[in-house]
């Protein structure tokens, strides 16, 4: 039988073909990377538009269990946000070949060839050990015990589990509720106390809706790359479905901040009803329209404005 060579051929000029010239043309540019290059790489390794909003949510936790700002806060936020940055830079790691097939990551530092697997694992290993240890020293126990649930849900429930099905979101949104979690507990905050249970269940019912719209808007790309999407499962009007039923449910689930006193006054809690009930039907296009792209940003754009007015709203209410 004829052997069959399925490498891309080259062709010699000289001693040296041009697929090497094109791969030291590569390493050269790489060689030529400025500051600016090499820190939005590393930026874009820790997905630092995500894991800036788990600082923000563990310095929610915290504001919330200690009734105020405090300088006492900074160092076991900060090191909340350098474990979930080592979560993030791992997920990349993990997923380094799926985001080659992805035209929505194949640009991302490791496909792209910008950092290698070995620097990444590095980057891991250096973030994870400095944010344990500062949440450790600054925090406690507690705190560092959930921050590293959270850093476990991702890269060892959820990660794994999308490549099997798209519910694997269901069991992953727990990364949406540790961090705020932590920063409780950093402060000394009783872990079962009924506000932060509240706020704890509206975290993690924050994080569906987020990814199937996600899921949903990047499916051929989900696909492609292997992973199962609800469209294989259900058509456009199930999906429509599913997807509002959790928006409504995030929405009912911020009343549980009144039942809970999770706020000291009037006014901040009416202002968690109406946003709540805004949520609701601003998003109800959802179901009375076709599911298209414009629908969908529209409406995880309202979904994640809704979450940052209700975080905003309780931070000031303790705050004043």
Not at 5 to 20: A, C, D, F
Not at 53 to 79: C, R, W
Not at 105 to 122: D, E, F, H, I, N
Request: hydrophobic share 55%; glycine share 6%; charged share 15%.
């Amino acid at each position: 039988m004829k052997d069959l060579n399925l490498r891309p051929k080259t062709i010699r000029t000289g001693e040296v073909s041009v697929s090497q010239s094109s791969e030291a043309a590569l390493r050269g540019e790489r060689h030529r990377l400025g500051a600016i290059e090499i820190i939005n790489a590393v930026l874009e390794l820790v997905k630092v538009r995500i894991t800036f909003f788990v600082g923000m949510s563990a310095m929610f936790g915290y504001i919330l269990a200690s009734g105020g700002i405090s300088i006492k806060m900074i160092m076991p936020v900060l090191g909340i946000f350098l474990l979930s940055c080592a979560s993030a830079a791992m997920n990349h790691y993990q997923e380094k070949y799926t985001d080659s097939l992805m035209h929505r990551t194949m640009k991302r530092p490791l496909p792209s060839g910008l950092m290698s697997p070995p620097v990444v694992l590095a980057m891991v290993l250096a973030l994870a050990t400095v944010g344990s240890v500062t949440i450790y020293l600054t925090g406690n126990v507690t705190a560092l015990v959930l921050s590293l649930l959270a850093f476990f849900s991702y890269n060892v429930v959820y990660t794994p589990l999308k490549r099997s099905t798209p519910f694997a979101v269901i069991p992953g949104s727990f990364v949406g509720a540790f961090p705020v979690m932590a920063g409780w507990a950093a402060a000394g905050g009783y872990i079962l106390d009924p506000r932060l249970i509240a706020v704890a269940v509206f975290f993690f019912i924050w994080q569906i809706p987020h990814f199937w719209i996600l899921m949903e808007l990047y499916s051929v790309d989900y696909e492609r790359a292997g992973f199962p999407t609800l469209r294989m499962y259900f058509n456009e009007k199930t999906i429509s479905i599913w997807i509002y039923v959790w928006t409504a449910a995030l929405a009912v689930s911020s009343f549980l901040f009144v039942t809970a006193r999770v706020m000291n006054n009037l006014l901040p809690e009416t202002a968690v009803v109406l946003l709540g009930i805004w949520l609701v039907l601003s998003t109800f296009s959802i179901v009375r329209r076709a599911v298209d792209s414009h629908t969908l940003r529209s409406a995880f754009m309202k979904i994640n404005i809704y979450v940052l007015a209700i975080t905003a709203v309780i931070m000031v209410d303790k705050i004043i």
